[in-house]
């Protein structure tokens, strides 16, 4: 008896642990490892039950299964990945059900009855998510909708206020003129300030706020250390796609500029920068200042056009400075939630194939006249190689830049806005200096 308890667990297993890898072989772009880890773990179930003599059949349906996801390692498109990965999945469930069937038709001990509600429960789990990634591969909406769950709708009943702590004065939630919602930024002003900060919020261009937390303590800082903050939002996708966004930060920005004497903020000194998705933003917001050929591809009037004012610099925090490689974060739940982004942003599921995508590029479209730059991020789950990139093209092009890319400790994505640590101290004081340089050159 407890050989064929052993026996059956042995298939539950094998199936649960095909059905995970068919789960992260849809949901992230580590395809070869993917099907490695599945050649693996059907491997070892035949060889376990190598006198089964079911075992042709079943090494049919491995034998395709592995086939699929084979195929799916010599393409880049994502369409064709959840394809051959909804044809492996049928394969894989069917290969676990009829195991938990069998299973309960012909066990009638109570720990062998046990043992089959419960196989057939984890079937349960395991093929939901397997559903859920393979809808969210087609329609990335469901995905999105769930970072949005810890943000609120899109305010609809905004009021300005003004609030004096010490020195600062924040002038918050001021509406700016746009086509979209959300358009609404906060000021934080201070006398006598080095120049201005224009700050926009990460959250993949998906979910997010200018209030977020995580952002407060580096802005704070940066309050503290004698610049002007404006923290701005924005439209988000899916319901706003590409290039909604980042006509909204435009208009944002071009607002803020035309008001700046309302607020007492030196202008004089203006930088643009952001975390993960707002540096893409803040980094196209850049280009579309510095390089007029682009904004008119693009289709967006520069809103710094006729103010005599310019951008100083750009501050890339942690930044997805290359759009075609959202889903490229070196980290399984990473890599899904950028390509969850991405595809929302586009509308495409192989959005970074197409032209938008690369348009929305910083790396691909810098030039000698995209301002200085200083360019920092995470070792581990994070845009790294952007980073990385983009210093080399700048200095390629002669533009100033600073870079810094540490290598210990173990440092995750946007850990630069936590000033407090000794890593985001010390990132912070670089770009200070950084900062100070820009203004003493200009």
């Not at 250390?225 to 924005?234: E, F, M, P, Q, R």
């Not at 850049?286 to 591809?297: F, G, I, P, V």
């Not at 630069?416 to 900062?435: D, I, R, V």
Request: charge should be negative.
């Amino acid at each position: 008896m407890k050989d064929r308890h052993r026996t059956l667990l042995t298939r539950f297993l094998h199936a649960v642990l095909l059905l995970i890898a068919i789960d992260l072989f849809m949901a992230f772009n580590y395809f070869p490892h993917m099907t490695a880890l599945a050649a693996g773990v059907i491997a070892i179930s035949v060889y376990l039950e190598r006198n089964d003599k079911e075992i042709k059949l079943r090494l049919c349906f491995f034998a395709l299964i592995l086939i699929f996801m084979a195929a799916g390692c010599f393409t880049d498109r994502f369409s064709i990945h959840s394809a051959l990965a909804a044809f492996v999945s049928i394969f894989a469930m069917a290969i676990a059900v009829m195991d938990a069937r069998r299973h309960l038709d012909h066990e009638h001990t109570t720990f062998g009855k046990v043992l089959g509600v419960f196989g057939f429960a984890v079937l349960i789990v395991a093929g939901s998510m397997m559903v859920f990634f393979a809808y969210c591969a087609v329609d990335p909406t469901p995905a999105a909708m769930i970072f949005q769950s810890g943000s609120a709708d899109y305010p609809t009943d905004v009021e300005e206020s003004v609030e004096v702590i010490g020195d600062v004065t924040i002038y918050r939630d001021v509406t700016y003129e746009s086509a979209y919602p959300n358009n609404t930024y906060t000021v934080y002003s201070i006398p006598d300030s080095k120049g201005t900060f224009f700050y926009v919020h990460g959250g993949g261009l998906v979910f997010g706020d200018k209030e977020l937390g995580s952002q407060n303590i580096y802005l704070d800082s940066m309050v503290d250390a004698g610049y002007c903050v404006v923290t701005v939002d924005y439209v988000l996708a899916p319901q706003n796609p590409y290039p909604q966004g980042i006509t909204a930060v435009n208009n944002a920005l071009r607002y803020f500029v035309n008001h700046a004497d309302d607020y007492g903020a030196n202008i004089e000194g203006l930088f643009v920068g952001g975390d993960s998705g707002g540096s893409q933003l803040s980094g196209q917001l850049a280009l579309l200042q510095t390089n007029r050929s682009y904004a008119d591809e693009v289709g967006i009037v520069p809103a710094l056009d006729g103010t005599g004012v310019d951008v100083d610099g750009y501050i890339s925090i942690s930044g997805l400075v290359d759009m075609p490689r959202f889903g490229n974060m070196h980290m399984f739940v990473f890599d899904w939630f950028g390509n969850v982004c991405g595809r929302s942003v586009f509308g495409e599921i192989d959005y970074e194939h197409t032209e938008l995508a690369h348009q929305a590029s910083i790396l691909e479209n810098v030039d000698a006249n995209f301002p200085p730059s200083y360019v920092s991020d995470a070792n581990f789950g994070s845009f790294y190689d952007q980073g990385k990139d983009l210093v080399k093209r700048l200095q390629e092009l002669g533009v100033y830049v600073e870079g810094n890319f540490p290598d210990n400790p173990v440092l995750l994505h946007i850990w630069e806005l936590n000033t407090h640590t000794p890593s985001g101290a010390e990132n912070f004081a670089k770009t200070l200096k950084f900062m100070d340089t820009v203004l003493a050159m200009a």
